[in-house]
T-cell receptor, first 118, second 108 residues
């Protein structure tokens, strides 16, 4: 496996379900990100992990819960979602050049999880 | 609030012509700049990055950076229908800030 791998590729869940999205990067990067992309909207940064520490939470509702057990894996736990949470969820990674310099060499994105909440 | 501005388009360009995509950014201290291509329903793919003023060429793509004017552009020569996509300009400011993207449509 190379690059950034996300699973599942597609997910349909009810509003009362609990599910998790998984991201794994094989690039030796040390920073990972969750983005949300809704139809015809720009990328919305949700969470940033730098050296496994969460460094940013962009006012994301608590029904989204991230977890980063190590610098290669990132999860997004979902519970009691709303239909408006239906979107493409993208994971990305980068090589942080020390603390506070995350994007020097660009981000590599996974293929995304297409989430539909019914 | 640091911003990256792009015209949302769509920008329609005849096949074989040059497509020109533009982007401005607000933080004069930004150091590195990226262009991502995103096909419908797919994830963004990095196609160009540029750090220094001037032009950087890679195949049919040329990125242009003017830090004094705070703009970045992407030129696509000999446009092909497969170039039809949304192009995201991104600026590194500690973390990367993305523009909203410009939809490019190459007319066969």
């Amino acid at each position: 496996e190379t690059g950034v791998t996300q699973t599942p590729r597609h997910l349909v869940m009810g509003m009362t379900n609990k599910k998790s999205l998984k991201c794994e990067q094989h690039l030796g990067h040390n920073a990972m990100y969750w983005y949300k992309q809704s139809a015809k909207k720009p990328l919305e940064l949700m969470f940033v992990y730098n050296f496994k520490e969460q460094t940013e939470n962009n006012s994301v509702p608590s029904r989204f819960s991230p977890e980063c057990p190590n610098s290669s894996h990132l999860f997004l736990h979902l519970h009691t979602l709303q239909p408006e949470d239906s979107a493409l969820y993208l994971c990305a990674s980068s090589q942080a050049v020390g603390q506070g310099r995350l994007g020097t060499y660009g981000y590599t994105f996974g293929s995304g999880t297409r989430l539909t909440v019914v | 609030q640091k911003e990256v501005e792009q015209n949302s388009g769509p920008l329609s360009v005849p096949e074989g012509a040059i497509a020109s995509l533009n982007c401005t950014y607000s933080d004069r201290g930004s150091q590195s700049f990226f262009w991502y291509r995103q096909y419908s329903g797919k994830s963004p793919e990095l196609i160009m990055f540029i750090y220094s003023n001037g032009d950087k060429e890679d195949g049919r793509f040329t990125a242009q950076l003017n830090k004094a004017s705070q703009y970045v552009s992407l030129l696509i020569r000999d446009s092909q229908p497969s170039d039809s996509a949304t192009y995201l300009c991104a600026v590194n400011d500690d973390k990367i800030i993305f523009g909203k993207g410009t939809r490019l449509h190459i007319l066969p």
